[in-house]
């Protein structure tokens, strides 16, 4: 692969869901978002939700170390 051929992004390792999805709008796309309960998969789903987009979440066993994330 040449350097030519890399995908190039403003962000960096310190982008948030936020960041990344920042003036887009996602109203009537639906996903499901693994691990929604709880770290970068929470963070995920609330900037997903903010966005517009209707998600559902899958949890393996209850909820796990913390809360479900809130719909907005």
């Known amino acids: 692969m040449s350097s030519s051929d890399l995908i190039s992004t ?3 390792a310190s982008s948030t ?6 003036g887009v709008d996602l109203t009537g796309v639906r996903a499901i ?11 995920t789903a609330q900037a997903l939700t903010a966005a517009g987009q209707a998600y559902a979440h899958g949890l393996r066993r209850g909820l796990g170390r913390s809360a ?4 907005q």
């Open 68 to 71: 479900a994330p809130a719909r």
């Open 33 to 43: 978002v693994t691990g929604a309960a709880s770290e970068i998969g929470a963070e």
């Open 17 to 22: 869901a936020d960041d990344v999805l920042g």
């Open 10 to 12: 403003p962000f960096t």
